[in-house]
């Protein structure tokens, strides 16, 4: 074990506690040293001490993306140690926490100060830093992705210094909110916040072809819309979903849509089986088993029902043993150099292989038509891509990667996944 002098450097250790395994248990590697530094400071000592070594080095977050983004078999560092809402602005509504704060600890440090995330996705456990700057999003017509609300950050660089990321440094604002973590460890990370408000959520069942007759409407007259199309009964027991037969309006029980609208409120809260009133990070997340295996691509918004046919289509003629259902959902274009929704508004679609099965097949036919519309994914999430597609769907795909070559010459933050795209 090699130590500093307040114990807390890179621990190395023995293979039966080298190994590491992701939420989805999809993704694993062998660690050949780990890290959970209890301040900066320890974090970019770490670092630094790595980088000498010549080791790679990621951080594991939460371990909620399904592709490999946060394996090494370097120095793997855990921040959640690293937690907490540091600094609140509220005339700026500007909110500082240190990375390894969850997005559920995050939530409710903004209830108690009377603020709001701007808009949050239907899971609450990760670490608000490898979230965000892997692209996670919610859903809304003109909502952008959570990193859109990132006004600054942290970046531990290899040789341990800090680099200050913020509105003065705009290409290094635009890189950094969806970077994977290839620009620099975060540290700290400051969002644009709202004030508080509650959400009104409904839910209910409807038939398909009814759904995609209102869709513009849903979309347009709600704060958030989205659904999860069905194929067959036994889908929605996939994802947890509700049964919402109760409210349906159809008699059908199969190839259904689980429709979700929020609105913001200032009614009072109340309890109905799928209705409810309550503050708005205690609506948004879903209770989710770690079942599924998920790819998403977030598809040009004119083309979304289109390609949501295809898809269906697909799942209906060629695949009838994918069951899990398709999620749907909205974001905004916003101006990050690596998101998924650069300079275009989209729609989400995902799908689910289900372990232990041999979903490839059906996951690459997905790809392919989905690919076929200019469709970019989740970096946190199954997807094909390669360095030329990088290169080709990302507008500014050859400035991150300077930038990144300028900031670590020597790829430490690189990983064996990440380095065809990135390098």
Known sequence: MTTSSNNMHINEFGLEHAHWRNWAGNQSCIRSARGAPTSEDELCSM??????????????????????????????????????????????????????????????????????????????????????????????????NLASSI???????????????????????HAGRVSMGV????????????????????????DFESVME?????????????FFWCPYEQSRHCYCLPDTAATSKTGRTT????????????????ESPFEKVAYSSDVY???????????????????CKEALRAVRKLMLEDFPQAIYPIEYRFTAGDGAWMSPFFEQDSVTISVSGQPGTDYWDYLRAVDAILRAYGARPHWGKLHFLTGDDVTGIY????????????????????????????K
Not at 255 to 270: L, S, W, Y
Not at 399 to 422: A, K, N, T, V, W
Request: charged share 25%; net charge negative; glycine share 8%.
């Open 214 to 226: 209102k869709h513009d409407e849903l979309a347009r007259t709600h704060r958030h819309f989205s």
């Open 285 to 303: 997340p879903i209770e989710y088993l770690p079942n599924f295996h998920e790819l998403e691509y977030a598809v040009p918004i004119k083309y």
């Open 47 to 144: 670092v630094n001490d790595a980088s000498r070594k010549g080791m790679n080095v990621r951080v594991a977050g939460s371990g909620h993306s399904f592709t490999a983004v946060a394996l090494t078999n370097g120095l793997h560092l855990t921040l959640g140690n690293m937690s907490g809402v540091r600094h609140i602005d509220y005339d700026k509504k500007r909110v500082t926490a240190s990375a390894g704060t969850t997005i559920n600890a995050f939530g409710k440090a903004l209830r108690e100060a009377g603020l709001s995330m701007v808009n949050q996705g239907d899971i609450d456990s990760q670490s608000i830093a490898g979230a965000l700057t892997t692209g996670t999003h919610g859903t809304g017509l003109t909502l952008g």
């Open 395 to 422: 507008p500014r795909a050859t400035d991150f990667r300077q930038l990144r070559r300028e900031l670590d010459p020597q790829g430490i933050f690189l990983s064996e996944h990440l380095s065809p795209y990135f």
């Open 151 to 173: 006004v600054g950050m942290k970046l531990v660089q290899p040789d341990g210094r800090i680099i200050v990321v913020d509105e003065s440094t705009p290409d290094l604002l």
């Open 255 to 270: 190839d259904v849509c689980e429709v979700k609208v929020m609105d913001i409120t200032d009614r009072a809260p109340f």
């Open 183 to 206: 620009l620099g460890i975060v540290s700290e990370i400051t969002l644009k916040v709202t004030d508080s408000f509650n959400l009104h959520e409904r839910i209910w069942r409807e």
